[in-house]
């Protein structure tokens, strides 16, 4: 009984691994986590990105550490504020190693949006994450289809174009 159980945690993880290092490919890859991430804050439970298909969802690795975070999360609040409607999704996946130091971050810059954290790293290799903030606008189908660094200047108009040009598209 043991070792069937250890069998279907070790084949789960393999196809978590497998969704992952997929992603980690490059735009196009396929969005399809079969573990859902533990949402930060008092909201508790999970929050699987598979379960958002059908939406436009842009994906930001954050840390409270991180200044140019600092900016963007206010930035994409107002993306996810203004844009939910037509079906975009803003989820912030935290990289602090201490949950209380997200906390605090977010008491002064609270956002609207899913907040998740990413204990042990998992969704920060699978996505191939160099740096902070670390974004990546996946469409309707779960596609990345395209990633971002810092969202200042152009890089915001940019966003902004790809997002509009997404949730035109039909899935």
């Known amino acids: 009984m043991l ?5 279907r945690a070790i084949t789960g993880a393999g196809a978590l691994a497998f969704a992952f290092a997929a992603l980690a490919a490059g735009t196009g890859a396929p969005l399809a986590p079969a573990q859902a991430l533990p949402r930060l804050g008092e909201a508790g439970g999970e929050l699987s990105l598979a379960s958002l ?20 999360m206010p ?3 107002g993306l996810h504020r203004r844009l939910g409607e037509r079906g975009l999704t803003v989820v912030g996946i935290n990289k602090d190693e201490v949950p209380a130091d997200a906390q605090r971050f977010l008491r002064r810059v609270p956002v609207s949006f899913p907040l998740l954290a990413d204990p042990g790293d ?26 971002h660094g810092s969202l200042a200047g152009e890089s915001a108009s940019a966003l902004e174009a790809q997002i509009d040009a997404l949730l035109r598209e039909r899935p």
């Open 3 to 7: 070792q069937c159980a250890r069998r």
């Open 53 to 72: 298909r059908g939406r436009v969802v842009y994906v930001d690795f954050w840390a409270s550490w991180c200044a140019p975070c600092r900016q963007s």
């Open 75 to 77: 930035y994409l609040d």
């Open 122 to 147: 998992g969704a920060a290799r699978a996505f191939g994450v160099t740096s902070m903030p670390g974004g990546f606008l996946v469409d309707r189908a779960g596609r990345v289809r395209f990633r």
